[in-house]
Every structure is written in C-alpha cells, then in structure tokens.
C-alpha cells in the first residue's frame, strides 16, 4: 500500500476545513496559544516503513497521550497490583468529571481519565523519579529526546483547579499515597511531553507489534500485556467519545486535549494525527476525521 500519497491525499481533503470549526483547549492557558490551523498524520508500520504529511515533524503537547505511556509503565513495573485502586471501565462522563468518584469510593473508573491516570502516576512516583522515568521511555521509543514543555506544566499548575481536586479527593479516601502536590508536578510534567506526529507514531509501535520495543527488539511489556492496553484503548481511550471513535473509526485510539490522536492497527502499524481544534469532549475535530478517512481508504480496522 502507498501510504505516503495515501497521507498526502488526506491532507489535502482536509486542508480546507483546517481552523473552521472547534476550538483549541482554553482551559490551559499555554495551549490557548497554539494556532488552531494546524494538521499533521504520521504512520510507521510494524516492519519500520514510515510515511508522514502535513505539520507531521512539529512538536505538540502530548496532553492525555501521556496516560498511555504512564500506564504502560505502570503495567510493567506493577503488574496486576496496578488493578487494587484503578478500574477499567468505561466512564461515559468527560475526563476531568468528579461524579463517579465519591459513590466508587475514590477508585477512578480507568486509567485513561484523569483521575486515573493521577492513582497510576501516584504509583509511580512511589517508585522511581516518575518525570525522569517517562522522559526516558519516551525518548527510547522515539529513537529521538523528548523534553517537557517547562511553559504548559507550569500553566497547567497555576490553573489545574481540577486535577488538584480530583487528587485530594482521592486522598481523602486514602487512595494516594504520595503527597498530592509530588504527584501533580510529575502528572502535568507527563501531559507537558512536546513531541510531534512522527515520533509519537514511532513510540506507540509496541502496541502493534504485541509489547516489543519498536527499536530494541527488547519486550517491553508482555504480549497480554499490550493487547490490554489497545483493548482499555478502544473502550476508554477518547473518555466519553469512546462510542463514538469505535463506531466511527473501529481502532484503538487515545487522544490528548493537544490535539494528538494515535491509534493501532494490531500487527500492522500504528499512526498519529495531530489538529489543536477540539470538540466538545476534547478530541481533535480534524483528527478523528482524517483517522475516518484512513480506515475507510484502507480498510483497517480490528472489526
Ligand atoms: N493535562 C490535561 C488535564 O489534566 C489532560 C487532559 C486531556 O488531554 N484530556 O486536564
């Protein structure tokens, strides 16, 4: 398959539409900033052949992709203990929500909302330096560093009403054990990671080639291990769109209020997308529409 010209057309069927509708995150004032008229799409398959259009080379926030990566750590330093305080079930609420927390008790639904990911980075941080360790993953699986966005972690501190609530709140039922303001600065320093299109569709290649490292050969979580994360991917990883992106686009997905999407196709490859302008639950307007488009010219999809 020509992937190449099959990115460029989707960049240029989309190209008209690009800062026509959504809005980009507001809510972090670093991201407010970003130009909304912006596209990129980047693909590597699982034999390591890449192909990328548009702003695909341009660094992003990565925002909620970061939960991925986050988890994937999680799941391999904790194994099924992870599970004690997280759930994995759908929310169907936005990804910010404190509703379900207080009648579940402080155990947040999964690891893809952000009360879920701020248990599994508490996690973390009881282990290793969390923000050094996401860094470092990152930058294995990209083949390339990856800093944080001093800028966005800092605006998203002075501003994360939130994320400090959720946390306290889940404090309060004994559910942290860190201090809450420790585990915060590593949570907004992992939604901080700028990276862009390619590298992101490089380092999300384990989870195509069931947990082997896209680089090293090396196992980097067990082939279970992957198939659990595409399947929390699918049914949790666009929060309350969830239905939607599988209706829609039938792939395991995660999204980022940067903008980014990736998503993978099992045993073939794994693609990100990249446009700032949001719908109403936070998810790329453009690209959840060029991940449309994909799975409709080529016919991928798990179903
Ligand atoms: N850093 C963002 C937040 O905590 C991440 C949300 C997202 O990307 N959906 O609100």
Redesign the pocket.
């Given at each position: 398959m020509d992937f190449q010209s099959l990115l460029e057309d989707i960049v240029a069927t989309l190209r008209p539409e690009l800062g026509e509708a959504g809005h980009v995150a507001n809510?972090?004032p670093a991201l407010a900033r970003v130009p909304a008229a912006r596209f990129g799409i980047a693909l590597r398959t699982c034999d390591g052949h890449e192909a990328h259009a548009g702003d695909s080379t341009t660094a992003f926030s990565i925002?909620?992709i970061s939960k991925l990566f986050a988890l994937t750590m999680g799941m391999r330093e904790m194994g099924e203990t992870l599970w004690e305080r997280i759930g994995r079930e759908p929310s169907g609420n936005p990804?910010?929500s404190l509703v379900q927390l207080e009648s579940e008790r402080g155990i947040p639904r999964n690891p893809f909302i952000?009360a879920g990911a701020i248990a599994v980075t508490d996690r973390l941080v009881s282990l290793f330096d969390a923000k050094a360790e996401m860094l470092t993953l990152l930058s294995s699986l990209c083949g390339e560093p990856v800093q944080f966005d001093e800028e966005v972690a800092a605006s998203?501190a002075a501003t994360?009403f939130?994320?400090i609530a959720l946390a306290n709140f889940m404090k309060s039922f004994g559910r942290i054990d860190n201090d809450v303001s420790a585990v915060l600065d590593a949570?907004?320093h992992h939604?901080a990671a700028a990276m862009n299109c390619l590298q992101l569709a490089r380092a999300t290649g384990f989870l195509c080639r069931d947990g082997v490292h896209p680089f090293t050969g090396h196992q980097l979580l067990t082939e279970s291990q992957a198939r659990r994360i595409n399947a929390l991917m699918l049914t949790c990883g666009t929060?309350d769109a969830a239905g939607e992106f599988a209706f829609r686009i039938g792939l395991p997905c995660k999204?980022?209020?940067?903008g980014g999407i990736v998503a993978v196709v099992p045993d073939r490859l794994t693609l990100c997308v990249w446009s700032p302008a949001l719908d109403s639950t936070?998810n790329s307007l453009l690209g959840m529409k060029a991940l449309e488009l994909f799975t409709a010219k080529t016919g991928l999809s798990i179903f």
């Open positions: 809510y972090i925002q909620s990804f910010n952000n998203e994360g939130r994320n949570y907004f939604c929060y999204s980022g209020v940067g936070g």
